[in-house]
T-cell receptor, first 109, second 115 residues
Framework: GQQVMQIPQYQHVQEGEDFTTYCNSSTTLSNIQWYKQRPGGHPVFLIQLVKSGEVKKQKRLTFQFGEAKKNSSLHITATQTTDVGTYFCIAGNNRKLIWGLGTSLAVNP | ETGVTQSPTHLIKTRGQQVTLRCSSQSGHNTVSWYQQALGQGPQFIFQ???????GRGNFPPRFSGLQFPNYSSELNVNALELDDSALYLCASSLGAGGTSGELFFGEGSRLTVL
């Protein structure tokens, strides 16, 4: 069946360093969503990407959707301690949503 | 605030008991999805309800069942509780179902402990 691989599983950075998490699908997607879950909290929607090659920015966060609509990335520039949490991608095809396993980000002050 | 409310927030049950968790979806949303999140793990999809019908189910046994009401609120029922059912249960509402459901709005979750 369709799978979504999210890497890395964990990332530990110094405050100010950049961070990237990747989401890869075995099949073409109709869309991809990104969520952030703080420790003890619930997932919160960040962005949805729909178009091939789409790039969207939210302050220090940059989201990309690959040309083939099979992969996506979330890049954080100059991480801050407030970026701590787990970042999930959710891949959508026509029938269902498939969750990545998440990337847990720890930031040393 | 997402407008999605879940109750109860915390509860403790013993093995073999039954539990009902409730979720009120955001106004205007017709789809509710339920997830189980064990400690340190990602959310696992249980099932989704769209306009009062089950519209997809994850790899959970039949003792996990649900309902969606005409006002689109929803219940998750778990029978014959097992220790491994201890988890945070998340409800998410959205407009539209399946792979094109758009943004998911999550409630704060119900934390179930089975002793």
């Amino acid at each position: 069946g369709q799978q979504v691989m999210q890497i890395p599983q964990y990332q530990h950075v110094q405050e100010g360093e950049d961070f990237t998490t990747y989401c890869n699908s075995s099949t073409t997607l109709s869309n991809i969503q990104w969520y952030k879950q703080r420790p003890g909290g619930h997932p919160v929607f960040l962005i949805q990407l729909v178009k091939s090659g789409e790039v969207k920015k939210q302050k220090r966060l940059t989201f990309q959707f690959g040309e083939a609509k099979k992969n996506s990335s979330l890049h954080i520039t100059a991480t801050q301690t407030t970026d701590v949490g787990t970042y999930f991608c959710i891949a959508g095809n026509n029938r269902k949503l498939i969750w990545g396993l998440g990337t847990s980000l720890a930031v040393n002050p | 605030e997402t407008g999605v409310t879940q109750s109860p927030t915390h509860l403790i049950k013993t093995r073999g008991q039954q539990v009902t968790l409730r979720c009120s979806s955001q106004s205007g949303h017709n789809t509710v999805s339920w997830y189980q999140q064990a400690l340190g793990q990602g959310p696992q999809f249980i099932f989704q309800y769209y306009r009062e019908e089950e519209n997809g189910r994850g790899n959970f046994p039949p003792r996990f069942s649900g309902l969606q009401f005409p006002n689109y609120s929803s219940e998750l029922n778990v029978n014959a509780l097992e220790l491994d059912d201890s988890a945070l249960y998340l409800c998410a509402s959205s407009l539209g179902a399946g792979g094109t459901s758009g943004e998911l709005f999550f409630g704060e979750g119900s934390r179930l402990t089975v002793l």
